[in-house]
């Protein structure tokens, strides 16, 4: 009996430890959703540290990547780090870069245990942060929340991975599917609470692209003006071949606040690229197969891979939507409804179905949610 009555009390401790993991864990992947946009092209890590079941220390990474977010935690914590737990959403680097190793930093501050959610796939990392604290008589747990740390670290893996960023394709259509009146006339599709949710996503991205039509047509910011977060803004992307866009634009009006790079072909006429870099913004040039083909969307995110984008969000238009489609570039889509019909006007993925999207087998279903008369459904690569 009395045996009995022991197991019982180890396995009601055990279930208890794994709840409180879970609850730390899940703490520091929200803290590591606050570098997102900001942190590239480092990954936007959270990390706890906890002792006792207090939380003694809290970071995520910094703007521009540094400090790191194990950093920064135990900078908070102090001395209360000694014999305590830190929570880690992304293995600690183990490598000299920029900054000293992470896990010089975690071993020297006497944590006595690392919970981290997933291992760097990162070269110089790989596994060798997760070994070194071990080495260090550390214990080691890897994999809790792994699922949601790989989505929320996505754009980090894919550039890792594919040597391009983390696309996210963002569509507001109509009951009819159409994206716009017709002659590309712009019509409000969503209401208040989705423009909202549409804006912190600008803020949780690096970069927006849309295509030189949508700035003809639209003359859009391409801002988060969320009240408080218009510092949050990503860089501007556009793709134009020809560099047709108005030097009167509010992009390149604004070119020197928020960042406005121009992705043009190889043979686009000098004077105008050099108009644009007066004006603030940088000119980035691709290789074309002919001088009247359309960018390469793979060199064109190689591009921006190089430049530091890890998770770029796709506004736009029509074409472009469909290219990256139909190029299989997109790794998830925020498909936003509206409730009024348009009628004649600009369908949602140009030449091609919608359900190009909604029933493409290399997209699942992950998400769906209502936001005020509008609804928002989330797909993902399979």
Not at 5 to 29: P, W
Not at 128 to 147: E, F, M, N
């Given at each position: 009996?009395?045996?009995?009555?022991?197991?019982?009390?180890?396995?009601?401790?055990?279930?208890?430890?794994?709840?409180?993991?879970?609850?730390?864990?899940?703490?520091?992947?929200?803290?590591?959703?606050?570098?997102?946009?900001?942190?590239?092209?480092?990954?936007?890590?959270?990390?706890?540290?906890?002792?006792?079941?207090?939380?003694?220390?809290?970071?995520?990474?910094?703007?521009?990547?540094?400090?790191?977010?194990?950093?920064?935690?135990?900078?908070?914590?102090?001395?209360?780090?000694?014999?305590?737990?830190?929570?880690?959403?992304?293995?600690?680097?183990?490598?000299?870069?920029?900054?000293?190793?992470?896990?010089?930093?975690?071993?020297?501050?006497?944590?006595?245990?690392?919970?981290?959610?997933?291992?760097?796939?990162?070269?110089?990392?790989?596994?060798?942060?997760?070994?070194?604290?071990?080495?260090?008589?550390?214990?080691?747990?890897?994999?809790?929340?792994?699922?949601?740390?790989?989505?929320?670290?996505?754009?980090?893996?894919?550039?890792?991975?594919?040597?391009?960023?983390?696309?996210?394709?963002?569509?507001?259509?109509?009951?009819?599917?159409?994206?716009?009146?017709?002659?590309?006339?712009?019509?409000?599709?969503?209401?208040?609470?989705?423009?909202?949710?549409?804006?912190?996503?600008?803020?949780?991205?690096?970069?927006?692209?849309?295509?030189?039509?949508?700035?003809?047509?639209?003359?859009?910011?391409?801002?988060?003006?969320?009240?408080?977060?218009?510092?949050?803004?990503?860089?501007?992307?556009?793709?134009?071949?020809?560099?047709?866009?108005?030097?009167?634009?509010?992009?390149?009006?604004?070119?020197?606040?928020?960042?406005?790079?121009?992705?043009?072909s190889s043979t686009a006429e000098a004077p105008a690229a050099m108009k644009l870099g007066a004006a603030g913004a940088q000119v980035i040039r691709?290789?074309?197969?002919?001088?009247?083909?359309?960018?390469?969307?793979?060199?064109?995110?190689?591009?921006?891979?190089?430049?530091?984008?890890?998770?770029?969000?796709v506004e736009g238009g029509a074409r472009v939507a469909s290219s990256f489609v139909a190029a299989d570039l997109v790794d998830e889509v925020w498909?936003l409804r509206g409730n009024e019909p348009i009628g004649a006007g600009i369908a949602a993925l140009d030449a091609l179905p919608l359900s190009a999207?909604?029933?493409?087998?290399?997209?699942?279903?992950?998400?769906?949610?209502?936001?005020?008369?509008?609804?928002?459904?989330?797909?993902?690569?399979?």
């Amino acid at each position: 009996m009395i045996f009995r009555i022991l197991e019982d009390q180890v396995a009601e401790q055990t279930r208890a430890l794994k709840a409180a993991d879970r609850r730390f864990m899940a703490l520091a992947l929200v803290l590591g959703r606050r570098g997102q946009g900001r942190s590239w092209p480092n990954p936007a890590v959270g990390a706890v540290i906890v002792r006792d079941g207090v939380i003694v220390g809290r970071g995520w990474t910094q703007a521009g990547g540094r400090p790191h977010a194990e950093v920064e935690a135990l900078t908070r914590a102090g001395d209360a780090a000694r014999g305590a737990t830190l929570y880690v959403t992304l293995e600690p680097c183990s490598h000299h870069g920029k900054s000293p190793p992470c896990t010089d930093a975690v071993i020297a501050a006497g944590i006595a245990r690392v919970v981290s959610a997933i291992e760097d796939p990162n070269p110089q990392v790989a596994g060798q942060g997760h070994a070194r604290l071990r080495a260090a008589g550390i214990a080691v747990d890897v994999g809790l929340l792994a699922q949601e740390a790989a989505r929320d670290h996505a754009g980090h893996f894919r550039r890792l991975r594919d040597s391009r960023p983390h696309v996210i394709l963002k569509l507001a259509v109509s009951p009819d599917d159409r994206i716009a009146a017709a002659g590309y006339r712009p019509v409000a599709i969503t209401g208040d609470a989705t423009k909202a949710r549409v804006h912190l996503l600008r803020a949780q991205c690096d970069a927006i692209l849309v295509g030189i039509g949508t700035v003809l047509a639209d003359d859009p910011l391409l801002t988060c003006r969320l009240p408080g977060m218009e510092a949050r803004s990503p860089v501007r992307v556009v793709l134009d071949r020809s560099l047709r866009i108005p030097g009167t634009s509010r992009l390149v009006q604004s070119a020197r606040e928020t960042p406005l790079w121009v992705v043009t072909s190889s043979t686009a006429e000098a004077p105008a690229a050099m108009k644009l870099g007066a004006a603030g913004a940088q000119v980035i040039r691709v290789a074309t197969a002919t001088p009247a083909a359309n960018l390469d969307l793979p060199a064109v995110l190689r591009a921006l891979t190089e430049r530091g984008i890890t998770r770029l969000l796709v506004e736009g238009g029509a074409r472009v939507a469909s290219s990256f489609v139909a190029a299989d570039l997109v790794d998830e889509v925020w498909l936003l409804r509206g409730n009024e019909p348009i009628g004649a006007g600009i369908a949602a993925l140009d030449a091609l179905p919608l359900s190009a999207i909604t029933a493409s087998p290399r997209l699942k279903l992950r998400a769906s949610e209502t936001l005020g008369k509008d609804s928002l459904t989330i797909y993902e690569r399979a």
